[in-house]
Structures are given as C-alpha cells and as structure tokens.
C-alpha cells in the first residue's frame, strides 16, 4: 500500500514537471520567434536594417540572450548559433559562452 502512494506521489510529481517544462518551452518559443520573424522579414526585405534593429532592441532580448539560449543550448533543442549571431550583431550584445565541459 505505501510502495503504491510513493509511486503515486512520484509519477504526480513527474507530470507537473513535465508540464511546467512544456510552459517554460512555450515561453522561450514565443521569445524566440519574435526575433525570428523580425530577422525574416529584414531578410525578405520587407523591412530595412534600421527597422529589424530597432524591433530587436527591445527589453525582451534580455530574455533571449539570458533565458532563452542557454536553456536552447541545455536542453535537446537544436541550438542555432547563426540565428543569436545575427541577433547579436543587430543588437550590439555580448558572444554567449556555453558552459566549459558539456
């Protein structure tokens, strides 16, 4: 009876976790993506240079480059080092540099 609470207990502690990952993915995609689409629409030249850096120069790319890449870079999702290139180069932010060892 105990062994069953404990697996209980432990398989209800897992789905939250889970599901709390999957909030913590949907906000680093929604960050991402802003970003990605202004770097899509400069690239389809549908907007200039000057327009994509100022769309990118806003508070969120503290997220992107604080929250968002590591967490890209730590989980299994692929890191896209061009794509935080070109954001970096937009915005004058510092190089990230990945963790030593992993």
């Keep these: 009876m105990q062994k069953d609470r404990n697996l209980a207990w ?5 789905a939250h976790r889970l599901i709390d990952f999957k909030e913590l993915d949907e906000a680093r995609r929604h ?3 802003y970003f990605v689409d202004a ?4 690239e389809l030249n549908l907007i200039s240079q ?3 850096k100022r769309i990118c120069s806003v508070e969120a790319k503290e ?5 968002c890449e590591p967490l890209e870079f ?3 999702h692929k890191w896209d080092e061009g794509f935080y ?12 540099e990945p963790p030593k060892g992993l």
């Design 39 to 42: 770097c899509e629409l400069f």
């Design 50 to 52: 000057e327009t994509c």
């Design 10 to 14: 432990l398989i209800n502690e897992e």
């Design 31 to 33: 960050v991402k993506y």
């Design 85 to 96: 290139k070109k954001i970096r180069e937009l915005t004058e932010e510092k190089e990230f």
């Design 74 to 76: 730590a989980t299994a």
């Design 63 to 67: 997220l992107l480059f604080d929250v």
